[in-house]
């Protein structure tokens, strides 16, 4: 597929979770989601060693982009990946990073 032949909006929507996902902490998130399993922000926050407003901050921002979803589970919001495809991504740029 060319970049040329694909629909604008979607290579907006394609950038806008692109920038998302550009930073070290919401990689992070998306590695510790990249299993499938829905999570809270504690578990979250927990796991990746940030404040809750830290966690709280970035998941709305990548939920906003398009990236997470998020359902409500009891007193719980639970978080898991939109789309399984992010975790090649990251997989990508560890790759070309290193």
Do not use: W
């Not at 399993?37 to 796991?47: A, G």
């Not at 970035?58 to 495809?85: A, P, Q, W």
């Amino acid at each position: 597929m060319e970049i040329k032949n694909i629909n604008p909006e979607k290579l907006e929507k394609a950038a806008n979770m692109l920038k998302a996902i550009a930073h070290p902490i919401r990689m992070s998130i998306i590695g510790y989601l990249e299993d499938g399993k829905k999570r809270t922000v504690t578990e979250i926050h927990k796991t990746i060693g940030i404040e809750q407003s830290t966690a709280s901050h970035h998941l709305g921002i990548m939920k906003d982009r398009g990236v997470l979803e998020s359902r409500r589970e009891g007193k719980n919001i639970c978080y898991f990946l939109k789309h399984d495809k992010l975790t090649t991504i990251l997989k990508c740029i560890e790759d070309c990073s290193g």
